[in-house]
């Protein structure tokens, strides 16, 4: 177990709607990545971000957003759903202070309709 | 830009034979490399890293794997296979380590037979 918790573990939303999604970050990390696993592909980074601040994005719209709290637990909101945002979302804890590696939770598995 | 290509999407071996999984990887920067497990409906659990030290990296659950950079090859292998090992198996690829953005390859299933 990596004491990275990720809420809720499923849930079903309606194309155009929007999502937020939630992370807990491991006790000791500050620095929380998010990543996007469709089906039966490997995951895809989306962002990143350190002291609260965005650290990086990969190849994903605007729509996606996220926030890192003083905590340094996170969310991942999404905007405008479409059928492709269907996916496992992973939520990747880590100190890039402490140099430790990234532990992931069990994921959010999203499905739009 | 770095990438990450594994070879065979599906590997099958029977239970205590070898595994060896492939995993070639681009990098413009010295890499760090990672191999992660995932069973069905769950997370990624790493299961070893290379940052840079020995290039004979020993993991979890009997697994280790070799940094070939002439090769630019991070291999996954187990001597002797269970059923257990039944998974996903990702490598993955970052210039960091600590702060990692991870780019994995597309994964290589893994099936046991008894």
């Known amino acids: 177990e990596t004491g990275v918790t990720q809420s809720p573990t499923h849930l079903i939303k309606t194309r155009g709607q929007q999502v937020t999604l939630r992370c807990s970050s491991q006790?000791?990390?500050?620095?929380v990545s998010w990543y996007q696993q469709a089906l039966g592909q490997g995951p895809q980074f989306i962002f990143q971000?350190?002291?609260?601040?965005?650290?990086g994005r990969g190849n994903f719209p605007p729509r996606f957003s996220g926030l890192q709290f003083p905590n340094y637990s996170s969310e991942l909101n999404v905007n405008a759903l479409e059928l492709d945002d269907s996916a496992l979302y992973l939520c990747?804890?880590?100190?890039?202070?402490?140099?430790?590696?990234?532990?992931f939770g069990q994921g959010t598995r999203l499905t739009v309709v | 830009a770095q990438s990450v290509t594994q070879l065979g999407s599906h590997v099958s071996v029977s239970e205590g034979a070898l595994v060896l999984l492939r995993c070639n990887y681009s990098?413009?920067?010295?890499?760090?490399l990672f191999w992660y497990v995932q069973y069905p409906n769950q997370g990624l659990q790493l299961l070893l890293k290379?940052?840079?030290?020995?290039?004979l990296v020993k993991g979890i659950n009997g697994f280790e794997a070799e940094f070939k950079k002439s090769e630019t090859s991070f291999h996954l292998t187990k001597p002797s296979a269970h059923m257990s090992d039944a998974a996903e198996y990702f490598c993955?690829?970052?210039?960091?380590?600590?702060?990692?953005?991870?780019?994995f390859g597309t994964g290589t299933r893994l099936t046991i037979i008894p």
């Open positions: 971000y350190y002291r609260e601040e965005e650290n």
């Open positions: 993955a690829v970052s210039e960091n380590f600590g702060n990692e953005k991870l780019t």
């Open positions: 290379y940052t840079s030290a020995a290039t």
């Open positions: 990747a804890s880590s100190s890039r202070d402490g140099n430790t590696v990234a532990f």
């Open positions: 006790s000791g990390h500050n620095t």
């Open positions: 990098s413009s920067v010295p890499p760090y």
